[in-house]
């Protein structure tokens, strides 16, 4: 299936689409001043360290403190059994006040600050640089044993004799020849010398190396046989990718276009309304019926419902068949929304064994395409499917919103009757404890006329039991919770 890369970039954010067949499958964006951090290195403080986490916290000159743990500072020791991990102890490793060359694995995220490790790594087009490592792995996208092998011997062949430096191959490099996997090796030498050379230089909270711009880390990791054409609608930023492209993709250069269109770029394929539905909580499906998304700190969780899906046949193929056009909803969803973390899907319960492996295999299938790392449990007995999608930045909810400040996040508000009897409790606590002639009660217009019309009788009762009169205001700037009772 054929797919394109729109790329939209003005003086304050820079987005990048990734379209499948006519729809939006990926977006991923930057903003003026809010740069993701993942991939840059910096030279660190140790300012706290804390034996019962296994963790150490260092400033790097970001806004919150950056997190370190034990277990991100060990590569895997090849003499361990499979399976067998040696973490040593944080304290054996820092000390408050030590100076430490570090990477940035986790953006930050709501409270929490960014996630770092020191197993240092640079990526280029064909190969990731592991510095002062020895291992050779392969990308496990590239499924064919042989040429997994052949790329191996490459590698092994090619780097230098004293093994200094480790290698993963990335899917890209599939089907490559020597020359291209040698003028990666040659460049990404030159990137570890000058970020050694910046590391003996720089003060703490200093970067020494920043990963590229968001378009061109999209040419680099991104461009592949399927990708028809990249477009662009910025003159400056096309031509830096013609400029990158020439150097390291030579062969696409062809492929990246000036787009000068009379529409907005990512008013093609309807992006602007896809992302406007990725952040709503309900997502229609073709059938009639709907997906039901809920984020939460802990984890995500999503609901499919049949909706106004009747079917032609019988009550179990419309709940299989609901089932299956979610499970592939779903996967597109998660990548559209970068959701991350422990995800609970609660599929409808099918009574056919059948019709289960088939849900599942179609769900599986699906997240083939996702950039990032899953695991997905099997379908329970209660028909939910529990899994994990690795979490590297925030989702594009927690990116593009705020929380709302009239319910404070919680999505409902307390009911007009509700707001209601909370005033005339008020109002009681008010006249036992002050002296008043008369009170008044602002609030807002739904409330107050919840009062006037529905409690009137209530109100009347309240007078004669404090001995004083209530008069009653609208505010209309007020949000529904929200009132004042005032002493006259």
Known sequence: MSEEILINATPSETRVALVEGGMLQEVW?????????????????????????????????LERTAFLHASDMTRNDPSLEQGETRVPLIAELLRAGQQVIVQVIKDPMGSKGA???????????????????????????????????????????????DHSHGYIIRTNAEGVDQFALAADMSYLAKVWQTVQERAGQASSGDCIYEELSLPLRALRDMMHANIERVRIDSVAVFEQAQK??????????????????????????????????????????????????????????????????????????????????????????LRLRNLGGIIIIDFIDMADEEHKRQVMRSFSRALERDHAKTGVSELSSLGLVEMTRKRTTESLEHRLCVTCPTCSGRGTLKSAET???????????????????????????????????????????LEELIGRSIRFQTEEQYSQEQFDVVLL
């Open 29 to 61: 964006l930057e903003r003026d001043g809010r740069f993701g951090h993942i991939g840059s290195i910096f030279k660190g403080t140790v300012s706290r360290v804390l034996p019962g986490l296994q963790a150490a916290f260092v400033e790097i000159g």
């Open 244 to 333: 990158f492209a020439a150097a390291f993709i030579p062969a696409w250069l062809n492929r990246i276009e000036a787009y000068d269109g009379a529409r907005p770029i990512f008013d093609l394929f309807g992006i602007e309304d896809e992302l406007d539905t990725a952040l709503r909580r309900e997502v229609p499906l073709k059938s009639g019926g709907y997906l039901v998304f809920d984020q939460t700190e802990a984890m995500t969780t999503i609901d499919v419902n049949t909706g106004g899906f009747v079917g032609s046949r019988n009550q179990e193929d419309t709940i299989y068949k609901t089932n299956l056009e979610a499970s592939q909803a779903i996967a597109r969803q």
């Open 115 to 161: 996630r770092l490790t020191t197993n240092l790594s640079i990526p280029s087009r064909f190969l990731v640089l592991l510095p002062n490592c020895e291992t050779i792995g392969v990308s496990i996208r590239i499924e064919d044993q042989a040429e997994r092998d052949r790329l191996k011997q490459l590698v092994e062949t090619l780097r230098p004799p």
């Open 419 to 461: 707001v209601s009897l909370e005033i005339f409790r008020e109002i009681l606590r008010s006249g036992r404890q002050f002296e008043a002639t008369k009170l008044m009660v602002l609030a807002a217009p739904a409330v107050v006329a919840e009062v006037l019309d529905e409690q009137s009788g209530v109100v009347a009762e």
